[in-house]
């Protein structure tokens, strides 16, 4: 079965750090992408990094860049999100996501998979 388990989440105060994990398990983790969104109360769910299959390009948020740093292990089948110089704007329950392609009579189809979510908190 489809797992994404997020880990690593909590309570930190402005400029603390975390790392996030997101262990993967019963697909190829290494053939697919994986980003990390996030979604704070009242707030539409936003994208906040995302890294290649093979980790080899990586794009994030205007609103993280040059504090949050997305990376991939696959060996263990798990990706991470550093998160540095943390800011009360950044509390949100924070999502892993696996996006897999098929090609079918030659049409591309995009399907995802879900982690639970993790709860960041930054808060004084």
């Known amino acids: 079965q489809v797992q994404l388990v997020e880990s690593g989440g909590g309570l930190v105060q402005p400029g603390g750090s975390l790392r996030l994990s997101c262990a993967a398990s019963?697909?190829?983790?290494?053939?697919?992408?994986m980003s990390w969104y996030r979604q704070a109360p009242g707030k539409e769910r936003e994208l906040v990094a995302a890294i290649t299959s093979a980790g080899g390009s990586t794009n994030y948020a205007d609103s993280v860049k040059g504090r949050f740093t997305i990376s991939r292990d696959n060996a263990k089948n798990t990706v991470y999100l550093q998160m540095n110089s943390l800011k009360p704007e950044d509390t949100a329950v924070y999502y892993c996501n696996a996006r897999g392609v098929v090609v079918i009579t030659a049409r591309w189809y995009e399907y995802d998979y879900w982690g639970q979510g993790t709860q960041v908190t930054v808060s004084s």
């Open positions: 019963g697909f190829t983790f290494s053939s697919y992408a």
